[in-house]
């Protein structure tokens, strides 16, 4: 497999969203601006020649959009491998091309936001294990800081006091989002939309500076959903979703 690193030169050309083909859709768009600024913070977003969902994304810890202490770290924000690219060893090449520019970099170690079982749009945390990955640190409800030192006398990477128990002040659903997942773009508006059609207070956070994302109130800050203050979903909603989690609230099951 040949993989291609994507720059400021070849940003427009290139194709970097999983299977969305079209330059100009929103989703597309949002993340190569996104990616475009990012470029210049050192962020790394390696692929393989082939369209699809084969890549990993990484970037300086302290310029991470995560609510995390982990200078001198290398951070990955996404790293994903599915349907007909897995078990090639496609994942191992991804790893090995990041842990050995972190260490070209001079870093301390790898750093990741996972959870305690494999959830969507997040690392597999068996998988990290694997690889020799352990766990720093913990946030609720279910998400684990895992790293991966060079140097065992290394001070382990570790949520932010904020992000441990995610709790807002606000009343109804609020949707905090970045466009640091492309999906965003379409789906967030798509649920404001739904939400305005049945009368649903939402309320939609956009978190688009790093000081937003590197104090938020929750682990993964790509998207994380409240309600009556209660974090309650990290998965990327469309309407059937939404309207599933709107009948778990009024049955008390969430």
């Known amino acids: 497999?040949?993989?291609?690193?994507?720059?400021?030169?070849?940003?427009?050309?290139?194709?970097?969203?999983?299977?969305?083909?079209?330059?100009?859709d929103i989703q597309v768009s949002s993340k190569k601006a996104w990616m475009s600024e990012r470029l210049k913070d050192g962020l790394?977003?390696?692929?393989?020649?082939?369209?699809?969902?084969?890549?990993?994304?990484?970037?300086?810890?302290?310029?991470a959009w995560y609510p995390i202490i982990a200078d001198g770290y290398m951070h990955i924000n996404c790293f994903w491998v599915s349907g007909s690219f897995k078990g090639h060893g496609y994942s191992n090449d991804l790893l090995a091309a990041c842990i050995d520019d972190a260490k070209k970099?001079?870093?301390?170690?790898?750093?990741?936001?996972?959870?305690?079982?494999?959830a969507p749009f997040l690392s597999d945390p068996k998988y990290?294990?694997?690889?020799?990955?352990?766990?720093?640190?913990?946030?609720?409800?279910?998400?684990?800081?895992?790293?991966?030192?060079f140097d065992e006398n290394a001070a382990a990477p570790k949520f932010k006091d904020c992000a441990k128990h995610p709790f807002i002040n606000k009343q109804g659903f609020v949707v905090y989002y970045s466009h640091g997942c492309p999906f965003t773009a379409k789906y967030v508006p798509i649920i404001e939309n739904f939400a305005k059609e049945n009368d649903i207070r939402v309320e939609s956070v956009l978190l688009n500076t790093k000081e937003k994302a590197q104090n938020?109130?929750?682990?993964?800050?790509?998207?994380?959903?409240?309600?009556?203050?209660?974090?309650?979903s990290n998965e990327i909603l469309n309407e059937k979703k939404f309207a599933e989690l709107i009948e778990k609230v009024k049955k008390g099951a969430l």
């Open 1 to 24: 497999m040949e993989y291609i690193k994507v720059t400021s030169e070849n940003l427009d050309s290139e194709h970097i969203c999983c299977a969305i083909s079209n330059n100009k």
């Open 105 to 118: 970099q001079g870093k301390l170690g790898i750093s990741v936001v996972a959870s305690q079982k494999k």
């Open 216 to 232: 938020a109130p929750m682990a993964w800050t790509n998207y994380a959903v409240f309600y009556n203050g209660k974090y309650i």
């Open 128 to 149: 990290l294990a694997y690889k020799g990955f352990r766990v720093s640190d913990s946030a609720e409800p279910f998400y684990n800081l895992f790293y991966l030192p």
């Open 44 to 63: 790394v977003f390696l692929k393989s020649v082939e369209r699809g969902k084969c890549f990993i994304e990484y970037i300086p810890a302290e310029n």
